[in-house]
């Protein structure tokens, strides 16, 4: 099938069947995907956490919106940013890029001292703005790998972040997460949207062309 086929396919699952897991081969697949979205500079400021142990899946439901989804699915995954850039975290980041590109370390320091300077005249707030919305990108494309796997996925930011946050210690981290995806396979008989049409607004009406 091609993307647009797959997409088409897709809805966000309103309810999971919970004995149909998704096989480690498979998450993985999904997890690339969303390991080798573009982000800003390169900087990859997120994490991706993957929760399948059921009783943690239980305790965080307390924050969630919708809980029979979180605890039925077979997997969530947690896209959580960076709380804030520090020199370290970019040095860090770049160091890296130069030893896997076998350059010499310190290659892009005229880069990154911009960034550096960029970053430092911002607020922890303004950073975790920037941050968090990396996360989308990553989001969308690990949703459209899920698809292509017809394995379903539903987005969600109907949850606590303060539950979440403090169940997988992400402040230790450095971390906040942003947006969770649940991933797994509909219950077909309880998920009310898998037999109803995909519905968006008309392509003359969505694109703007100038």
């Given at each position: 099938?091609?993307?647009l ?17 998704v096989s ?68 860090q ?15 892009f ?7 550096k ?20 990108i990553?989001?969308?494309l690990?949703?459209a790998?899920?698809a ?8 969600a930011?109907?949850?606590s ?50």
């Amino acid at each position: 099938m091609s993307l647009l086929e797959d997409l088409n396919w897709r809805h966000a699952a309103k309810a999971y069947d919970p004995n149909i897991k998704v096989s480690p081969e498979d998450l993985n697949k999904i997890l690339e995907a969303a390991r080798l979205a573009p982000t800003s500079s390169g900087l990859q400021p997120f994490r991706v956490i993957v929760v399948e142990n059921q009783d943690l899946k239980e305790k965080m439901v307390a924050g969630a919106l919708n809980p029979e989804v979180m605890r039925d699915c077979s997997h969530v995954l947690v896209f959580a940013a960076w709380d804030r850039y520090s020199a370290e975290k970019i040095d860090q980041v770049y160091d890296h890029h130069t030893t896997v590109r076998d350059l010499p370390q310190g290659r892009f320091s005229s880069y990154t001292d911009q960034l550096k300077n960029i970053y430092g005249a911002q607020t922890p707030d303004e950073h975790f703005a920037h941050t968090a919305r990396q996360t989308y990108i990553a989001l969308g494309l690990a949703m459209a790998q899920a698809a292509e796997l017809k394995i379903d996925s539903t987005p969600a930011e109907g949850f606590s972040n303060e539950v979440v946050d403090g169940i997988l210690a992400l402040k230790e981290l450095g971390l906040k997460s942003v947006t969770l995806l649940y991933l797994g396979y509909r219950d077909e008989k309880t998920d009310w949207l898998a037999t109803m049409k995909k519905v968006r607004i008309p392509m003359e009406e969505f694109i703007v062309m100038k």
